[in-house]
């Protein structure tokens, strides 16, 4: 029994993870002409966020995306060259350097916001606050887990 109930959620977590960037990326690219890949909109969603925190170098936007350095710049040539990012030298620290979201950025940006504010209410429309409670505290768990592995 335990057997097939570990089967089962692996089942499930494949599924999910693939039907979540399936979805997102057929939703996102429809409403973006194809201009732009999923990865490079998360890349934008990091900048987003790194401006919440007033953290937008370069160096911190690449670790939050468990991604290189290099393997950052070379998203953000393209994403500058079709104009969603500004790379500007930081004023105080000229080795350092920040990414900012254009117009046409921030736009891609809450676009995607919505597809998950869409997706989160979804999903709870129809469930109590304790299956709320108990989503919220299994999905941590797994959380958890893929951030220490």
């Known amino acids: 029994m335990v057997d097939d109930t570990k089967k ?5 977590l494949v599924k999910l993870f693939n039907k979540i ?5 057929k939703s ?9 890949s999923i990865h490079d909109i998360h890349i934008l ?27 950052l710049t070379t998203a953000i040539k393209k994403l500058e060259k ?13 080795r350092k350097v920040n990414l900012i ?9 809450t ?8 997706m989160v209410d979804e999903i709870m429309k129809d469930l109590s606050v304790n299956d709320e409670m108990v ?9 958890k887990y893929f951030e220490i592995n």
């Open 45 to 71: 969603e990091a900048i987003s966020l790194g401006e919440e925190k007033d953290d937008v170098s370069a160096n911190t936007i690449a670790k939050s995306l468990n991604i290189t350095a290099g393997t």
């Open 28 to 36: 996102l690219l429809k409403l973006m002409n194809n201009d732009i």
């Open 101 to 109: 979201l254009t117009k046409k950025g921030e736009n891609v940006n």
């Open 82 to 94: 079709k104009g969603y990012v500004i790379r500007r030298q930081d004023d105080i620290d000229k």
């Open 8 to 12: 089962l959620l692996n089942e499930v």
């Open 135 to 143: 989503l919220l505290i299994m999905l941590e768990k797994i959380l």
């Open 21 to 25: 960037l399936f979805n997102e990326e």
């Open 111 to 118: 676009k995607h916001e919505n597809f998950h504010k869409q």
